[in-house]
């Protein structure tokens, strides 16, 4: 049943228990990079997909109030206030003489605050009536700042301040980050809206798109182990969404090859 003209279906699964699961399986995978830079892309790369999949599906229920084309900017505008959470959560602990253990948490406590800041002003004076936009805000804020943090860690091998800045920020994978997690996290319900939408099946395509984004950062960092698994994983991942996007049409027509020249 649609909602809000936006295309939402019934939960099958609680919000804050996938945002839950997904941030502990960021956070996780961010400390076993840290301390077992050998596993960083294998296991810090596919738990970073669990941010994904939360930002995705916390996306799926605010855009359900008929956002139209802000499905897309609301993507963006998490990944923009994970950016900020993340670079501040690594870098203040060296500033601080913090000791550097606590950044991913840091960066988790900044992108809640960054979250309903940015959620407060766009109820007011922006003026948006979406009665959960505050705590969307904030939960798409969490999920875009693990993400961003989660992918970059695995591919610089660490969250240490000189680690990140030197392999993460200074080679532009932190821009990578931006629009891979940016994609997986905006994309899945901007496909799959409209008033047969499924979770399952959106829910489906967001484990895809997060893998595909981790299978793009394992082939930057040319690592064959994580290339061929997340290649596997999103094949399989991709294929179940597709069946089940076939499953739930109506009807499947195919767009026959585009004239090359205008008939007369």
């Not at 994580?226 to 094949?235: G, N």
């Amino acid at each position: 049943m649609s909602h809000g003209g936006g295309g939402h279906a019934a939960e099958l699964y609680p919000e804050d228990q996938i945002l839950a699961v997904g941030a502990v399986l960021t956070i996780v995978g961010m400390y076993v990079a840290q301390y077992v830079p050998s596993l960083s892309m294998l296991i810090g790369g596919l738990l970073a997909v669990g941010a994904c999949v939360a930002g995705a599906n916390t996306t799926r229920k605010v855009a359900a109030y008929g956002l139209g084309t802000g499905v897309p900017s609301i993507g963006m505008i998490s990944l923009g206030m994970g950016t900020t959470a993340a670079l501040a959560g690594v870098l203040i602990p060296k500033v601080f003489g913090i000791p550097e253990v606590v950044a991913p948490i840091l960066t988790a406590v900044i992108a809640i605050i960054v979250g309903f800041i940015v959620g407060r002003l766009t109820v007011n004076p922006v003026g948006m009536k979406i009665p959960i936009m505050v705590q969307s805000m904030t939960k798409l804020s969490l999920a875009g700042a693990l993400a961003i943090l989660g992918f970059c860690v695995a591919y610089a091998g660490g969250f240490s301040a000189e680690i990140f800045i030197d392999n993460a920020v200074k080679n532009g994978i932190i821009a990578l980050a931006f629009i891979g997690a940016g994609m997986a996290i905006l994309h899945p319900f901007n496909a799959c809206l409209g008033p047969n939408e499924s979770h399952k099946r959106t829910l489906t395509l967001a484990v895809a798109c997060g893998l595909i984004t981790w299978l793009v950062f394992s082939i930057a960092k040319l690592d064959i182990v994580s290339t061929i698994t997340a290649a596997i994983l999103w094949a399989v991942a991709y294929g179940t969404y597709v069946k089940m996007s076939l499953d739930d049409a109506c009807c499947v027509l195919y767009t026959p090859e585009l004239p090359k020249k205008e008939e007369e």
